[in-house]
Each structure stands twice: as structure tokens, then as C-alpha cells.
């Protein structure tokens, strides 16, 4: 295969070309893939057509996979696709309606976070549906340094149940999270800033999803900062938008991108997406 990458933004995401992922990667071309995603935290690969097992077989180049809370998500005959769908099968919906609907960075509730998100489009609006993506170790470089210094020392805690709650009143009756599923994933805490563990780079780990608050400071401080950091980060020129194409596979890094996908279409406009997880690393 001859790769080529192409930056698509000067802060986030990177586009790569000549790469078949129904075939298997040589080492040299997936460290190419890799090296890129870890760098710009966005990668997309277009005009993909994958199988649920060469995509899960893709994914595992990357790390251990994990698996959503909400297992009834799941693809059933390939449990670590996560379904993310607005479509409704004799009356049921296909997969999560709704997911993501403002800006997180995937699995923070949990101790151990995630790495990639790789998500293949089967289905999308023509128009809407886009999701955006922000790179929050541009956004930290771009803080004073004593701002910075101050937030290394900090650490916040993330909350499944607070980000669900964002989204539950919009939910149809079928889909709302149990609470099974809170149970199962307590609050955690994380450092504020977080070291990328391949590049070094450091960037914001708190985001206005699923943060609930910052453990050192007074509640009232904490929300100031959390929305001071979320307007920050969420900056034009820290974003990628990225207008989905059916066949688009793109790999997000958590790491060092948070992301929100835009509630902008009809019910109607038929969605249909699906996403695997690898699993991340401890935060400290
Ligand atoms: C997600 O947060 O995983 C959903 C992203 C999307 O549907 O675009």
C-alpha cells in the first residue's frame, strides 16, 4: 500500500489515502496510521467497506478493546461493536440514539479511560449529523504558563450519570439508562491535565460532559473554571468538523481530542454508526 497523510486542520485530525483496511496492514503502514493519530488525535480513512470483523480486527492493531456500559447497544453478533443509530427496527431501535451529544471524551467515568474510538459510517444524513472534534493539547499549549502550572496540580471528578443526564430528557422512553448501569460505573477521579503517553504532549482532561466538578477548589470555582476550559477548548481553531460520508472510517484519540456530536437532524434523516473502543492507559 502506498500511504500518503495529509494534515486537515494546523492543530487536529489528518487525513490518510491509499489504505484498504479490509486487508491486513503491514507493521510499517499501521505505525504510519498510528504515529499520525497520535499526533493530530483525528485520523480518517475514506471509502472503506468493512465487515463488523475486519473492523473489530482493525481496531485490535491499536490495543485491548473495551466495551460500553449499555452491552444492549452491542452489535449481537460482534459484541464489541457499539451501535450508534437513530433507526427503529419494527419499533426498536438498532442501536443508541443520541450518543455523545455534547462534548466528552469516551469512557472518562471509567478508571481506565479510552484510547481510540474508531467509528465506521454506514448510514448518514446529507445534510447534518456532523461531529466535531477538539484537540486539547493545542488548547493547553495555548494557556499562560502559570495557568498551566496551576492545573497540572488539580484533579476532577467524572460522572457516567451527570453526562447521561444531559441527554436523558430527550431520550425516548425505550432508551433510558437504567440504573443498573450508573451502578456500574461510579464516579472516578482523573487529573485535569493528563500526560499523552506516546507523544509526551500534554492536554486538558476535563470537559463539560461527563466532569462533574474539579476536587481542589469550591464548587463555585470549579464550575467558573470548567466552563472557562470548555469555551477554551471548544475554540474554531482548536476544532475539526467533520461532515460524515457512509464508508468514512475515522479514529479519534481521547487522549488528546475531546469531541460532540451535533443533534441537528430529523428523526427521519436516517444514522447509522459503528464504533469500537480500545482501551487507554491509567491517567497517573
Ligand atoms: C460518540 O460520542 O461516540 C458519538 C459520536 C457520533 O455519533 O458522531
Known sequence: ???????????????????????????????????????????LIRDQKLTPEQHVAFAERFGELDRHVLTENSLPEQ????????????GKFIGRAKAGWFWHSDFSYQEIPAQASIMHTLECPDVGGDTMFASAGAAFDALSPTLQRFLEKLTAIHDFQLGSSRVQNKLNKQQLIKKKHFDDRPPVSHPVVRIHPDTGRKTLFVDPGYT??????????????????????????????????????????????????????????RRLMHRVTVKGTATS
Not at 459484541?79 to 419494527?90: D, L
Request: proline share 4%; hydrophobic share 35%; charged share 25%.
Open 1 to 43: 500500500m502506498n500511504v500518503s497523510v495529509k494534515p486537515l486542520t494546523p492543530h487536529i485530525a489528518v487525513e490518510a489515502r491509499g489504505v484498504d483496511l479490509s486487508k491486513a496492514l503491514g507493521d510499517n503502514v499501521f505505525k504510519t496510521l498510528y504515529d499520525a493519530f497520535a499526533k493530530h488525535s483525528i485520523l
Open 79 to 90: 459484541p464489541e461493536i457499539f451501535v450508534v443509530s437513530n433507526i427503529k427496527e419494527k
Open 212 to 269: 462533574d466538578y474539579i476536587e481542589q477548589l469550591t464548587r463555585e470555582e470549579s464550575d467558573n473554571m470548567i466552563n472557562y476550559l470548555a469555551r477554551h477548548v471548544t475554540q474554531p481553531e482548536f476544532v475539526y468538523r467533520h461532515h460524515w460520508e457512509p464508508g468514512d472510517v475515522l479514529c479519534w484519540d481521547n487522549r488528546g481530542a475531546w469531541h460532540c456530536a451535533i443533534g441537528d437532524y430529523s428523526d427521519d434523516d
